[in-house]
């Protein structure tokens, strides 16, 4: 047992180490020699399965390559499937390939510089033109394409069906005038099959016009058919050579070259050759029946053909007029989505400057209030350092002298007195330190043996997270009212209430003092401007003998 597992582990070894160093271009150029051979098979078909294994093989790969996204080679599979179908005798499904290549070009950015597919599809599109018996749409398909065609191979081919299509409507003249133009040139042709081409066409073309050279350039084209084994080739030939004794009476010759032709056409396993021979050995029999009935079958097949192979062109315009319409429509979004950035834009900038105006406009008036307070500030120092002191100084100086009256000393006094207090009244606050104690200290400043003051809830305020501007006004107000009230009221009891509701501070002051008149408002417009400064407000209430109130919110 241990010696076969010591045979077969080397053995599967070797085996998965051959399998996964098999290296990837191996891979890939088995992928590229399939797809070259089965092109071979489509394009010069030898063996009958050969067109039907081509449409098999690049279904396949168009199917592989739309799903990869590879657009390009995804075009050129439908090329080739719809030359295949052609040649089958599928021309709806040669249509059908056709647009649906062409709606891929369209649909990529770089359209403009895929000429050689553009070409080669348009000259396909003209082939089924013409094999839809639409000259005219054919003709003109041609012309667009030799408008684009930017190689000789491409215009030797597109120029070939053009002639074809003046030959079918017997216009030899102008058929000949191309194909003499293309002969003339064959020299410059990069392979046998285009000079094969032109040559068996121009013999055909010179046959129906009597020309002597017909013969031999019909018969040069067969044997060079035959040398590179061009079996779709030899079926034209055989063809052409068939019409040409068939034309001259000799049923002997044109039978033998028609049923050549219709040996060839079993190999290349096309109905349409097939059908094509088929009518060709149909010519050849006397019976006048037969005559009428392939008129017929071929007035009824004409017919049929048209029905079925709807212009293939039209659904591309259709297709295109589609992409238009949607691509307008597109452009009406996208012009209706820029419109309404650009509204919002606008509004949002509208915003911005409107909130840009309110900022700015609260931090000029912040700024105001700051200077205010800094100026009185600084008025309170200047009063306190220079008047105030200069006063005292004089009355100490005076109270030396007896000559003095002691009634002049004593408005002295009071003149100084009034200097302290109005320094006092606008010194700096330092909000540095405990608030609530600080504004504590300034109500129980007034108390005296006259009046009793009476604060509720003020060590309860949050006064932390109110700004200093508002903190400042609140002082300042507070001692106004409370200055107001010492020297006008008379009052001998005073109640401060401090609430907080919601984001808001109600602070209410009632005194039991005299009252006063709100119209003259005793000087109180002062608290009134710096209240509006911190957009709060402040309401009075009294009349004579009931007391003062005051209700302040902010």
Known sequence: ???????????????????????HHSLAQVSKDSSLHYRKAILNPSQPQDLPSGVHYFTKKKERDIESKDTLNAIYDLRLLSIAEFKIGNNFSSENHIVEALNLIESMQTKDTLI???????NQLGRIYRASNNATEAIRTFDNALQIANKL??????????????????????ALDIYSFLYEKRFDFTNDYQTTLVTDNLGLVQSKLNIPEGLDNLKNALTLRQKNNDLIGQHASNTHLSEYYLD??????????????????????????????????????????????KKLTDSI???????????????YNVAEEQKKTQASILLQEIESRKRLAYQALAFIIFLILVGSYFIYRNRYRKAKIEEIYKTE?????????????????????LENNSEIDTTILDEMEKIYTKTRDISRENSAIDLRKDFGKQLNDLLLGYKNSKVNIITRNLSKMPWDGISEMKKTAIYRVLQELMTNMRKHSHATFVTLVFEKEGKKIHINYRDNGVGCDLFKKNGLQHTESRITSINGTINFESKQGDGFKASIII
Do not use: C, W
């Not at 597919?117 to 348009?122: A, E, K, T």
């Open 301 to 315: 097949a004409n017919a049929k053909q048209i029905a079925e192979n709807k212009n293939a062109f039209l659904k």
């Open 1 to 23: 047992m241990n010696n076969k597992l010591s045979i077969i582990i080397p053995q599967f070894i070797f085996l998965a180490l051959f399998i996964f160093l098999i290296p």
């Open 248 to 293: 001259r009476k000799d049923t002997t010759k044109a039978l033998f070259y028609a049923e050549k032709a219709l040996s060839l056409s079993d190999k290349i396993n096309s109905s349409s050759f097939k059908l094509e021979s088929i009518s060709l050995l149909m010519n050849m029999d006397k019976n006048p029946l037969i005559h009428e009935y």
């Open 153 to 174: 191979s491409d215009s030797v081919i597109i120029l070939n069906n053009k002639a074809n299509i003046y030959k079918d409507l017997l216009d030899y003249k102008n």
């Open 116 to 122: 050689n597919s553009r070409v080669g599809l348009y």
């Open 377 to 397: 500030t600084r008025i309170a120092k200047k009063v306190h350092d220079e008047v105030a002191n200069d006063m005292y100084k004089v009355m100490t100086s």
